[in-house]
């Protein structure tokens, strides 16, 4: 399976991609759960068989080696299949069934059933630094079929060789189900990524990237004549705080899990954990000193290196902060992808004077340790940080005597609330949310696990409907078997009525 850097898409080419997209919208959303779930599984299946194809060519494009690629396929695969199990559960359709009431207060009901429906044709922008879980056929784009919603990935230009093999993988596994032409198509050059925002027939938008590019597109898809949701994971610090009582107890082995998950994947998770707050009086910096990775890494393409090599020199030379580990030198690695990784030191009352420098986003193997010097600044600091995917607390147990406090204020300004635990790796299951207050995210929704169907989908109430006119989600009779709630109370069962 040869992988070769593709054309731009052609304006013809564009134009029958998204004409196809648009008549295939209400052939899947009309499809029937069972068939819709057997859709995503053949894609899993698929994707499986290929593996072994597909890993290679993305590590060329990556670096980012074949094991962990390959655990990435196995994960893409399971997502896909966890929203095939979701499907046929029903419950992510919300249906309600409220029977006519001419005794109702305040003024008698008509009959009323309501459910959501699928938007239309989705574009979805995926990242360089999960080529599979948040790429072409990723979480966007598994939750967007999910709902009943075709898809136009744009392929992520650092992907040349990777790109067109996924893309066929996923076709052809989608069109040996029978599922509608123009259900999923791929898309290629920098300026088709405006024309999908702008398009009339794109209904929402999946994005995963910069805060900068996020931000420009969020800002297009909002001002069209018709605004559209644009569903942004953009950039995050994902805070870990650090509590006297824990520092005392588990120093040492909460500095090691530090480095381990701040440099994971060369430090390009949306999930690093960027900045590390430790009490003053502890040795934890002389550990982080002592046994932080000095080699030089390797990032994802070239541009990330001129960016990371900038933005780590500058927050390592700002005034008040002291290097933990250096950057690296301008005569360093001529490897335009290796950087060297880099640790850096400030106080608190440096962060608190220079928090609009202090805390950016440097994506990549940096990292921010910041002292306190009274646990009272906690949570004054803690109100310093904007929206962010991951906030995180090591702490000893329920009773100690900052934790309460620190999670109460974390949770008014993140997505995810991890106690003793780390950020990076980010289970998919169906409690998980992977989203935040901005700029973490631009909404309020996840992009991982079950609930991110909600994003592509939309209510509707059906009021006086005949039955037989009604989707079979709404029917007197359960024909689904789904989660329903008829008439205030939440039933499986079949009800006639």
Same mark, same amino acid.
């Given at each position: 399976m040869p992988g070769t850097a593709e054309a731009d898409t052609t304006p013809d080419e564009y134009e029958a991609v998204l004409t196809a997209a648009a008549a295939a919208a209400p052939e899947l959303a009309a499809m029937a759960p069972t068939d819709r779930a057997a859709m995503l599984r053949a894609v899993?299946?698929?994707? #499986?068989? &290929?593996?072994?194809?597909?890993?290679?060519?993305?590590? $060329?494009?990556?670096?980012?080696?074949?094991? =962990?690629?390959?655990?990435?396929? %196995? =994960?893409? !695969?399971?997502?896909? $299949? /966890?929203? +095939?199990?979701?499907?046929? $559960?029903?419950?992510?359709?919300?249906? @309600? @069934?409220?029977?006519?009431?001419?005794? +109702?207060?305040?003024?008698? =009901?008509?009959?009323?059933? #309501?459910?959501?429906?699928?938007?239309?044709?989705?574009?979805?922008?995926?990242?360089? %630094?999960?080529?599979?879980?948040?790429?072409?056929?990723?979480?966007?784009?598994?939750?967007?079929? !999910?709902?009943?919603?075709?898809?136009?990935?744009?392929? &992520?230009?650092?992907?040349? *060789?990777?790109?067109?093999?996924?893309?066929?993988?996923?076709?052809?596994?989608? &069109?040996?189900?029978?599922?509608? $032409?123009?259900?999923?198509?791929?898309? &290629?050059? /920098?300026?088709?990524?405006?024309?999908?925002?702008?398009?009339? =027939? @794109?209904?929402?938008?999946?994005?995963?990237?910069?805060?900068?590019?996020? *931000?420009?597109?969020?800002?297009?898809? !909002?001002? #069209?004549?018709?605004? @559209?949701?644009?569903?942004?994971?953009?950039?995050?610090? %994902?805070?870990?705080f650090v509590t006297p009582a824990a520092a005392r107890t588990r120093g040492k082995e909460i500095a090691r899990e530090f480095l381990g998950s701040v440099f994971l994947g060369s430090g390009q998770f949306c999930t690093k954990p960027g900045v590390l707050l430790i009490p003053e009086e502890s040795d934890l910096e002389d550990v982080l000193a002592a046994e932080a990775a000095t080699a030089p890494m390797r990032l994802l393409h070239a541009g990330l290196g001129v960016a990371f090599r900038r933005l780590s020199a500058d927050l390592a030379g700002f005034p008040g902060v002291r290097t933990i580990t250096a950057p690296t030198p301008e005569d360093g690695p001529a490897d335009p992808l290796a950087v060297r990784p880099v640790l850096v030191g400030t106080t608190m009352a440096t962060l608190a004077e220079h928090a609009d420098s202090l805390l950016t986003e440097c994506f990549g193997p940096f990292g921010l340790v910041v002292t306190y010097a009274d646990p009272a600044e906690l949570v004054p600091t803690a109100q310093l940080f904007e929206g962010t995917l991951t906030a995180t607390v090591q702490g000893e147990d329920a009773s100690d005597p900052h934790a309460a406090a620190l999670l109460a204020e974390l949770g008014g300004a993140t997505g995810r609330l991890i106690w003793n635990g780390w950020p990076t790796g980010v289970a998919v299951s169906w409690a998980q949310h992977h989203g935040g207050p901005y700029p973490a995210t631009t909404t309020m929704h996840t992009s991982v696990g079950v609930t991110a169907l909600r994003r592509f989908l939309r209510p509707i109430a059906y009021q006086s409907v005949p039955d037989p006119l009604l989707p079979p989600a709404l029917r007197d009779r359960n024909e689904l078997g789904i989660p329903r709630r008829v008439d205030g109370a939440l039933t499986t069962a079949d009800v006639t009525r």
């Open positions: 899993a299946t698929a994707l #499986r068989t &290929h593996s072994d194809d597909l890993v290679p060519l993305a590590d $060329e494009d990556s670096s980012l080696g074949t094991a =962990r690629l390959a655990g990435e396929v %196995n =994960r893409t !695969a399971v997502q896909l $299949e /966890m929203f +095939a199990d979701a499907v046929e $559960e029903g419950s992510w359709l919300e249906a @309600i @069934i409220d029977p006519a009431d001419q005794d +109702a207060q305040p003024a008698p =009901r008509p009959d009323l059933r #309501r459910m959501l429906v699928p938007l239309g044709p989705v574009a979805v922008f995926g990242a360089s %630094n999960f080529p599979f879980a948040f790429g072409l056929c990723g979480g966007d784009t598994a939750s967007a079929l !999910a709902a009943g919603c075709p898809v136009v990935a744009k392929a &992520h230009p650092a992907q040349p *060789r990777l790109s067109g093999p996924y893309a066929h993988v996923v076709s052809d596994a989608l &069109h040996s189900t029978g599922a509608p $032409e123009g259900t999923f198509a791929v898309v &290629h050059g /920098m300026d088709v990524g405006r024309d999908l925002v702008t398009d009339p =027939r @794109i209904t929402a938008v999946g994005f995963t990237g910069s805060t900068t590019g996020g *931000r420009a597109l969020a800002d297009l898809a !909002a001002a #069209r004549p018709t605004p @559209i949701p644009f569903y942004g994971e953009l950039g995050s610090l %994902n805070p870990v």
